[in-house]
């Protein structure tokens, strides 16, 4: 009796750890889809104004709030893009969008918001309503450098209506974001971006018209931390910013292994350019 429990518990342990680690190559893939684009619809208004903060200024007690915080990634999910700009808009807790009956001050429920150098941003809301004939959703651009890089939506689990939408049932798992109810009783879901740009043809390559185009390796960044230059020279690794991080003179190589995942630009003495890529470890 006492083998057949030893057994048993063997086995219980293996499944457990079949499903804590053996999936998990899938459910990184699952979750770092490139984020799809969607249809944009008939109420988008450009010039929203930029804040965090895109709830009306009265609303009724009883109207469900939501916190929605994330990360606009490059694609392969480890680079963040630095300050990324959201344009957000959506129906109110009845289902109606503002802005589209000859009131154009009217930006209730729409507001641009600009994220951190770390990619992240958030913002605060209410849950929106049913709009005819579609489930509960959230409208949203991604600009980087003043250029849109994706129009999509936001999906809500477990909204009965998702499954008979012709979007939300098509999207990919990552755009159906799960809620959690805080202590307070406000809504919060974690929803991360993945753009379809590659960190080193995306927002900050150098620009032709000023750099030449110096090569240097591994890029993106391996474990070695050492970033080799294409010869003993003069350089310069700023932050997205264009805050100095490193300067280097008569060296054919760079330690970065103390910096913090991101995208740097490193400049030489003579001009020449190159992003430098370090993904999250």
């Known amino acids: 009796m006492n083998q057949i429990k030893t057994l048993g518990m063997e086995w219980t342990r293996h499944m457990v750890t079949l499903i804590l680690f053996g999936c998990l190559p899938l459910c990184v893939v699952a979750q770092c889809l490139p984020t799809g684009s969607d249809i944009e619809g008939p109420y988008y208004v ?5 804040t965090d903060s895109i709830i009306a200024p009265v609303l009724q007690s009883n109207t469900q709030k939501i916190w929605v915080r994330g990360t606009v990634y490059f694609n392969g999910c480890k680079v963040p893009v630095p300050n ?3 344009d957000i808009w959506h129906t109110n807790e009845l289902g109606e969008y503002s802005n589209v009956d000859g009131n154009p001050n009217d930006f209730a429920y729409r507001a641009k918001m600009q994220g951190d150098a770390d990619g992240s941003y958030r913002y605060y809301s209410v849950m929106p309503g049913l709009y005819p004939g579609r489930p509960k959703h959230t409208h949203f651009k991604v600009w980087v450098n003043d250029t849109l890089k994706l129009t999509s939506q936001m999906y809500f689990a477990g909204d009965p209506l998702n499954a008979q939408d012709p979007w939300a049932s098509i999207a990919e798992p990552n755009r159906v974001v799960e809620l959690d109810t805080l202590p307070n009783g406000d809504l919060e879901a974690r929803f991360d971006i993945y753009t379809i740009d590659d960190p080193w043809t995306g927002t900050t390559q150098p ?39 490193i300067q280097s003179w008569e060296s054919d190589r760079i330690d970065v292994r103390h910096l913090s995942p991101g995208v740097y630009q490193l400049i030489s003495e003579e001009g020449q350019g190159a992003r430098v890529v370090i993904p999250a470890r």
């Open 46 to 50: 450009p010039g929203a104004p930029q």
């Open 84 to 86: 990324p700009v959201l």
């Open 207 to 245: 620009d032709p018209n000023h750099f030449g185009i110096m090569h240097v390796w591994p890029n993106p960044m391996d474990g070695s931390g050492m970033l080799y230059l294409p010869r003993t020279m003069n350089v310069t690794l700023t932050d997205i910013m264009g805050r100095t991080i």
